[in-house]
């Protein structure tokens, strides 16, 4: 009795034993933005990525056409973690395929719409605080931290006269890029596995990870990566200077820096936003520049 109702609900065709199905998939996910409108934003992307999927449990039939229809309703999530949802989605139309009462096809269908736009709400927030609010920034800190290592101070110093290398000019930005897209196409084949193998729960994937915790480390991250550039541009200033420029112009310099940073931490305390700050230094700084007749470029480049 229980291998025949495990029979009824399974699909003739299952995705299981069918590893190229998935590895399908995830490359498709790679164009979930392609098809990007402003009716139903990444629908055609993720039908697109789910068509091999569909295929092999449903094949040339009228279901399949229906879970295809199905799938270009309004979808939209950050497209890095898509991939949570397109194995979860998978699995379940396996099952759904399996489904041989109408009562138990719509109530399956109800389900997986549900699981699907849950999915797809939460995993946008914590993509885009991972992705867009971290780690994009940090691909520029990457950047700017191969190109000191490498001996390249033209980032700071515009009247550097050393030339620095094609190869070491490309490599920053590279080395970022590199960074994040590793980063990037893990998360798409980890949250496709990830997905597949909890389909149908409609926490799956939220529970892979502590979230909150890895964000919060990678703001840690971000933190210590500039405070590290802050220190070595502090460095280097003070080191290039030393030597060419008289005890009080380097304390002048020393000091207005510190005098900005001092204005913002007050600013921010007293609640005043950070265009403030910036409208405030820009004022002081046009007022100093022009009592001391000094040039803003060649004073501190």
């Not at 229980?2 to 490359?27: A, C, G, H, Q, W």
């Not at 979930?32 to 039908?47: K, L």
């Not at 490309?170 to 597949?196: C, D, E, N, T």
């Not at 304390?251 to 207005?256: N, T």
Request: charged share 15%; glycine share 8%.
């Amino acid at each position: 009795m229980s291998d025949e109702m495990e029979n009824k609900n399974s699909s003739p065709y299952p995705l299981s034993p069918i590893p190229y199905t998935l590895r399908s998939m995830f490359v498709r996910s790679f164009f979930i933005q392609a098809g990007w409108n402003y009716e139903r934003s990444q629908n055609v992307g993720f039908a697109f990525a789910l068509l091999p999927a569909l295929r092999r449990v449903y094949g040339n039939t009228e279901r399949y056409y229906a879970a295809l229809l199905r799938h270009l309703e309004l979808f939209n999530t950050q497209p890095y973690m898509a991939g949570f949802i397109l194995g979860n989605v998978a699995k379940m139309e396996e099952k759904l395929a399996g489904a041989v009462s109408t009562t138990e096809n719509e109530a399956e269908i109800r389900t997986l719409t549900g699981v699907k736009q849950a999915l797809a709400q939460s995993f946008a927030a914590i993509g885009d605080r991972i992705f867009w609010g971290r780690l994009k920034p940090m691909t520029v800190q990457v950047c700017l931290i191969v190109w000191t290592l490498g001996g390249f101070y033209g980032w700071l110093f515009t009247s550097c006269q050393e030339t620095p290398s094609l190869w070491l000019i490309l490599a920053g930005p590279l080395s970022g890029a590199a960074a994040y897209s590793a980063f990037a196409v893990y998360w798409r084949w980890k949250g496709m596995q990830s997905g597949f193998e909890c389909g149908g729960a409609s926490n799956c994937g939220l529970e892979d990870l502590n979230w909150s915790r890895f964000i919060r480390r990678l703001s840690v991250a971000g933190f210590i990566f500039s405070l590290l550039i802050a220190l070595v541009a502090l460095g280097l200033f003070i080191a290039f200077n030393y030597t060419r420029l008289s005890g009080s112009e380097l304390a002048l310099r020393l000091g207005l820096l510190a005098g900005v940073l001092a204005a913002h931490r007050v600013a921010r305390r007293l609640g005043r936003s950070v265009f403030f700050v910036i409208g405030l230094t820009l004022s002081v700084s046009l007022f100093l520049f022009w009592a001391l007749k000094l040039k803003p470029f060649d004073f501190y480049l």
